[in-house]
């Protein structure tokens, strides 16, 4: 391994071990402004990160709603945290379903009346190891991107009001950072767009995508300026960062009160199914600053891009 491979490697690692102590660390009573009345709801929560960030909120004395695409499934995982005395609701859920969507809003409001937390952790990817193949792009994009962008749309309606704020938290990847030095998108005059936040706009986003989908079906994607790794899931998580920055944007303008922050956040490469357990980092450390983030105090955070619990570019 080269010197800088070496050091890198050290600097992370350094930096996992002070995530984990501060997993230990306490909040104190002037951060915690929120109690076992405050409401977070995680999509795609039945297992991996999502799992364990529904478990670290509830920890924490949330009340949590842990939402999964299989009723069956989603309820045993939901009894497992409520064994360990957590407050564990939980609700079926699949984000390209507008029907079940519509219902789950619907029950929020009878139930609970509203929420303070939105988690969009659901999603896929279909290339493990190596692996770079574009064969379900198509569902690729519609869940990662679509599916998360739907879902936070209906929900904002039932965001409740407060003076600390409501907060959107979207799990992303460093795969789809724009300005990455290796897997990014070659064309400088779109990226440029992209990041510009007087050019960036939900059609643009849209548009781009649907571009990627065109070329994978008339399959030029090869030679279309697109990330080389991952390629699919790597589209699909710029989208939803650049739709966290739009959408950061557009919120900005509410009232104190009614506000909403919403950022994004890299978990790693997790020991997940999704990775087919190949990982490199725990869920308990993939989920800290996801959880973090749904916690922070300081209100002047938001359209940000982070990973380990520090800013990065998008």
Same mark, same amino acid.
């Given at each position: 391994?080269?010197?800088k ?5 050290e600097r ?6 002070e ?7 306490p909040y104190s009573?002037r951060?915690r ?8 709801v ?7 990160i ?14 949590v709603i842990?939402?999964?695409?299989d ?8 009894k497992?945290l409520?064994e360990?005395g957590?407050?564990?609701d939980?609700?079926?859920?699949d984000?390209?379903?507008s ?10 409001k009878?139930?609970?009346?509203g929420?303070?937390?939105?988690v969009?952790n ?11 193949s574009?064969?379900?792009?198509r ?6 991107y679509?599916g998360?962008?739907?879902?936070i749309k209906a929900?904002i309606?039932?965001?409740r009001?407060?003076?600390v ?6 799990v ?6 724009l300005? &990455?030095?290796?897997?990014r =998108?070659?064309?400088a005059?779109?990226?440029?767009k992209l990041?510009? *936040?007087?050019? %960036? @706009?939900?059609?643009?986003i849209?548009?781009t995508?649907?571009s990627?989908?065109q070329?994978v ?12 790794t991952f ?10 960062s ?9 919120l900005?303008d ?6 909403i922050?919403v ?6 490469w ?5 990775? &087919?357990?190949?990982?490199? =980092?725990?869920p308990?450390v993939?989920a800290?600053t996801?959880?973090? *983030?749904?916690? %922070? @105090?300081?209100?002047t955070?938001?359209?940000k891009?982070?990973?380990?619990r520090r800013e990065i570019?998008?």
């Amino acid at each position: 391994m080269s010197g800088k491979k070496e050091r890198n490697k050290e600097r992370r690692e350094k930096r996992l071990q002070e995530i984990s102590l501060l997993r230990t660390l306490p909040y104190s009573d002037r951060q915690r402004w929120w109690s076992k009345e405050t409401i977070a709801v995680v999509t795609g929560a039945n297992r991996g990160i999502g799992f364990e960030i529904a478990r670290q909120l509830a920890g924490h004395g949330l009340t949590v709603i842990l939402t999964s695409r299989d009723t069956s499934v989603g309820i045993e995982a939901a009894k497992v945290l409520q064994e360990m005395g957590f407050n564990v609701d939980v609700h079926q859920l699949d984000i390209l379903d507008s029907e079940l969507i519509s219902a789950f809003i619907d029950w929020i409001k009878q139930k609970y009346g509203g929420v303070d937390i939105l988690v969009s952790n659901a999603g896929v990817n279909y290339n493990l190891g190596y692996d770079n193949s574009v064969e379900f792009a198509r569902r690729v994009i519609e869940t990662n991107y679509y599916g998360t962008k739907n879902m936070i749309k209906a929900m904002i309606p039932v965001m409740r009001p407060s003076a600390v704020g409501a907060r959107i938290v979207n799990v992303s990847s460093r795969l789809g950072r724009l300005n &990455g030095r290796r897997n990014r =998108i070659q064309d400088a005059n779109l990226r440029e767009k992209l990041t510009n *936040l007087e050019t %960036l @706009s939900e059609e643009l986003i849209d548009r781009t995508v649907s571009s990627f989908l065109q070329q994978v079906e008339d399959e030029i994607w090869q030679s279309g300026g697109w990330p080389q790794t991952f390629t699919d899931y790597s589209v699909s998580k710029l989208a939803v960062s650049a739709y966290t920055r739009l959408l950061a944007k557009e919120l900005s303008d509410r009232p104190q009160g009614e506000k909403i922050y919403v950022n994004c956040y890299c978990p790693g490469w997790v020991k997940t199914a999704m990775t &087919g357990w190949q990982g490199n =980092i725990s869920p308990e450390v993939a989920a800290d600053t996801g959880v973090w *983030l749904a916690l %922070l @105090s300081d209100q002047t955070i938001t359209g940000k891009f982070f990973a380990e619990r520090r800013e990065i570019n998008f």
